[in-house]
């Protein structure tokens, strides 16, 4: 079974502080994703990555900024947090198999509170 | 721009009845759509994917189908227990955007009385 782990499950910080959410696969999955899942409003993709060091800006980018070193790790890094980003935050890999529509696996998230 | 609908509000129903969950989509034509599980303060497990070409799929006591002239998806729970008590997810591969990336709905919670 594919486990996508993420390093943490509650994380509380303060505004302008730089933020960093953790997000590791072990199934040599070439996608990794990361949403925010807020009420009401499902997930939303904020950034995705295809292969080491590449990287694509989802719908809602502004705020955050991504690496990927290596193929099982994907980080997603808050560059001055702000309290509108007071979210749940999920990370996914899924594989990328030529023209296919690849089901995505979920960490537990990472639910985020900035004061 | 592309929209995915699911009912907001909860589903009751009573064991052993069969749950039907919608999943509609306007402005767009989906090459797969795909059916995820969530648990409170879990993220989303799959459970299907159905393709465009296909009407319907089965797995276990879920079915699926995808009527692309109706724009909708229709998820099937039967012999419904209260651990299929969660919220469930459809989505869509993005407009545009490749295979890779998906766009989901809000979800619908479906609530399974004993």
């Known amino acids: 079974d594919v486990k996508v782990t993420q390093s943490s499950r509650y994380l509380v910080k303060r505004t302008g502080e730089k933020v960093f959410l953790e997000c590791v696969q072990d199934?040599?999955?070439?996608?990794m994703f990361w949403y925010r899942q807020d009420p009401g409003l499902g997930l939303r993709l904020i950034y995705f990555?295809?292969?080491?060091?590449?990287?694509e800006k989802g719908d809602i980018p502004e705020g955050y900024s991504v690496s990927r070193e290596k193929k099982e790790r994907f980080s997603l890094i808050l560059e001055s947090a702000s309290t509108n980003q007071t979210s749940m935050y999920l990370c996914?890999?899924?594989?990328?198999?030529?023209?296919?529509?690849?089901?995505?696996?979920f960490g537990d998230g990472t639910r985020l509170s900035i004061l | 721009s592309q929209k995915i609908e699911q009912n907001s509000e909860a589903l009751n129903i009573q064991e052993g009845k069969t749950a039907t969950l919608t999943c509609n989509y306007t402005?767009?034509?989906?090459?797969?759509l795909q059916w995820y599980r969530q648990d409170p303060g879990r993220g989303p497990v799959f459970l299907l994917l159905?393709?465009?070409?296909?009407k319907e799929k089965r797995k276990e006591r879920l079915k699926v189908t995808f009527d692309t002239t109706l724009k909708q998806s229709l998820f099937h729970i039967t012999a419904s227990q209260p651990a299929d008590s969660a919220t469930y997810l459809c989505?869509?591969?993005?407009?545009?955007?490749?295979?890779?990336?998906?766009?989901f709905g809000t979800g619908t919670r479906l609530l399974v009385s004993p």
């Open positions: 996914a890999s899924s594989l990328l198999e030529g023209n296919s529509n690849q089901p995505q696996h």
């Open positions: 159905i393709r465009e070409n296909e």
């Open positions: 402005n767009y034509s989906p090459a797969y």
């Open positions: 990555s295809y292969d080491v060091k590449m990287k």
């Open positions: 989505a869509l591969d993005g407009m545009n955007t490749g295979f890779q990336k998906l766009v």
């Open positions: 199934m040599d999955h070439e996608n």
